[in-house]
Every structure is written in structure tokens, then in C-alpha cells.
């Protein structure tokens, strides 16, 4: 299967990165991939002054625009992610949809950013949003996929949680900057992808100065060997890559690591 990254330039205007948004999803479907993924808060700049303002409830335009790329170009739509407001609260959800724009997945990030890093980056997310309860699987015609947001990718035991429960591939919408992104973007995923054996999919905004947050960009994806398959610079940009999923079952068989062991 083929999965397109699309590390786009976000911007202020929310409408544009809708239009921006459609415009990637239709040339991955134009170059062939089966699923397109979008990177953490698409349509809003990644910085707590903007997620109260961004934010829209399950079902609102962004989500309905998101379906409607889905359906019109009959391709997967990993919808990177989006501020939600529900009942008051601010979470950082990702949805996904089928080829015919139906929901298939509603997650909302668990373990919220805060950082603060000597002489470095802080974050703290958690000023303005609420943790989401725990990480999941969804059934596509090629396998079960796990998705978990940014800051999960750093706690192995969710990612082991989502490989018992059968993901051959794990997508992570995500946001390093210029701190952590050097430091661990590339090490965490292929760690997750050796520890669990599975494809590790990792989807950033493009980088932008003008910002107060500069994303590290390089999305990129892990095989289940842990080599990287591809891996992006910080500009906008997108790349299609062939998945070959018959390489989780054929690592698991070369080194049996996984309990219970997983057969053919
Ligand atoms: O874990 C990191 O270093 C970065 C995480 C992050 O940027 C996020 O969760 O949005």
C-alpha cells in the first residue's frame, strides 16, 4: 500500500489551510497513495494563544471538509489534528476517515506537551488543553493501523498496548521543534518501530520562522527493521511511500521478540 505524507505549511488562516489541506490530499490521491496523512493542528497555528480560538466541535467544518477529501478522492484521510471543543474543553483530536468519508477513528492526544527544556523548548499544553483516554486501533482493507499524537510517541508501553491489539502500522501526527526534533524525532520512531515491529508513520507541519513554535518537520517513515523509508527536510512538502506490510509478519518470524509470539 501506499501512504502519502503531507507536511504542509500551516498558516493563520484557517480557511487556507483547509484549501491547502484538500490541495495535498487530491495530489496524493493523483500519485497514487491510499492513504493520506495530514500533521498535528492543520488547520491552526501550534501555539496555546490560537487553540481556544481554532477550535471546533466533532462534526464541524473542518471535520466535514475532511470526509469530503476522503470521499472525493476515495482515499483514506488521516486528519492530522485539530483543536475540539467539547463541553468546554479544549482537546487535540485526529480523525480519520474511509475512502467513502466515513468516520473510521476519533482520538484525542494523551499525553498533553509540557516541556521545559535547560536553555531550550517549553510548552506547556496543558494550559489550554485536556488529555484525551488512551490510544486505539482502526480496521482498514490492509490491516489494523494504531494512531497516537506527538508527545505519545515517547511512552513505549501504549505503542506495545496498540501491537497486542494488531496494528501493523502506527500514525503519529506530530509537532518536534528545533530542541527535541534533532535530538529524538528520527530515534523515537524507529525505536517504536524495532520495540514493536511495525511501520512508525510520523506527519509535521512544514517549518515556519514567522511562528512563535518552529516545527523540526522531517516526517518520515520507520520500517519495522528500523530503517527509515523516507524522511522529508523542513519545507513544505509531500512524499508517497510504498508500505509493504507483509514485512511485519516476515521480522516478527526472524526475531521472535513479542509475547505472545506472533505466526503467519
Ligand atoms: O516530545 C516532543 O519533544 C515534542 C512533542 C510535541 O511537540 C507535541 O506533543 O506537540
Redesign the pocket.
Known amino acids: 500500500m501506499k501512504i502519502a505524507l503531507l507536511q504542509m505549511m500551516v498558516t493563520a488562516d484557517k480557511e487556507k489551510n483547509l484549501k491547502r489541506a484538500e490541495e495535498l490530499v487530491n495530489k496524493a490521491a493523483q500519485g497514487g497513495a491510499d492513504m493520506a496523512v495530514l500533521p ?1 493542528m492543520f488547520n491552526c497555528p ?1 501555539d496555546n494563544a490560537y487553540f481556544p480560538e481554532y477550535a471546533e466541535p466533532k462534526g464541524g467544518e473542518t471535520y466535514r471538509r475532511l470526509s469530503e477529501m476522503a470521499k472525493e478522492n476515495a482515499i483514506y484521510v488521516v486528519g492530522g489534528s485539530i483543536p475540539q471543543i467539547k463541553e468546554n474543553k479544549i482537546y487535540n483530536t485526529s480523525y480519520t476517515f474511509d475512502r467513502q468519508g466515513n468516520e473510521l477513528h476519533d482520538y484525542s ?1 494523551t499525553h498533553l ?1 509540557d ?1 521545559q527544556v535547560d536553555g531550550g ?1 517549553a ?1 506547556k ?1 496543558s494550559d489550554t488543553l485536556t488529555p484525551g483516554n488512551g490510544m486505539g486501533v482502526f480496521q482498514t482493507e490492509f490491516g489494523l493501523f494504531g494512531l497516537g ?3 505519545d ?2 511512552f513505549q508501553s501504549d505503542w506495545e498496548m496498540l501491537q497486542k491489539q494488531g496494528a501493523l502500522v502506527c500514525i503519529v501526527p ?4 528545533m530542541t ?1 526534533g534533532p535530538a ?1 524525532w528520527e530515534l523515537l520512531f524507529r525505536a517504536r518501530a524495532v520495540d514493536n515491529q511495525l511501520f512508525m508513520v510520523g506527519v509535521s507541519p512544514a517549518r515556519d520562522l514567522d511562528f512563535s513554535y518552529h516545527a523540526y518537520g522531517h516526517s518520515l517513515v520507520a520500517d519495522p527493521w528500523g530503517s527509515v523509508l523516507t524522511q522529508l527536510g523542513f519545507e513544505e512538502d509531500i512524499a508517497i511511500v510504498s508500505v509493504d506490510l507483509e514485512r511485519v509478519a516476515s521480522v516478527r518470524r526472524q526475531i521472535p521478540i513479542l509475547s505472545p509470539p506472533v505466526m503467519e
Open positions: 498535528e501550534y492526544k506537551f516541556i523548548q510548552f499544553e499524537i506527538c508527545f510517541v515517547r506530530g509537532a518536534f521543534n527535541t529524538h
